[in-house]
Nanobody, 120 residues
Framework: QVQLVESGGGLVQPGGSLRLSCAAS????????MGWYRQAPGYERELVAG???????SYADSVKGRFTISRDNAQNMVYLQMNSLLPGDTAVYYC??????????????WGRGTQVTVSS
């Protein structure tokens, strides 16, 4: 059974930084693409960042240059480093696993999410 457990969310002031972590279990982690989605109140879930099994990354335009996704295949972990945070980044952030090594736009598994609030 695949499990994804997020951590690292919290309250941060505008301009601040947070690092989200996702611990994955139940599958051969290195074989799959991973990603982060977010959902703000009243909005649909959106893809924030994705990373293929070989480490190729992609970002939503709204976070390019501010967020960095990375993975540690030895530890079965995926991270989202978020810098220069804006109030508009406030959302629940979800870790996902893709259906194969390349795709993260059609998630197969979701974590339960971690709340990120950017406010002064």
């Amino acid at each position: 059974q695949v499990q994804l457990v997020e951590s690292g969310g919290g309250l941060v002031q505008p301009g601040g930084s947070l690092r989200l972590s996702c611990a994955a279990s139940g599958s051969i982690f290195s074989m799959y693409a991973m990603g982060w989605y977010r959902q703000a109140p009243g909005y649909e879930r959106e893809l924030v960042a994705g990373i293929t099994k070989t480490g190729t990354t992609s970002y939503a335009d709204s976070v390019k240059g501010r967020f960095t996704i990375s993975r540690d295949n030895a530890q079965n972990m995926v991270y989202l480093q978020m810098n220069s945070l804006l109030p508009g980044d406030t959302a629940v952030y979800y870790c996902i696993r893709g259906p194969d090594g390349l795709r993260y736009g059609t998630p197969r598994y979701w974590g339960r999410g971690t709340q990120v609030t950017v406010s002064s």
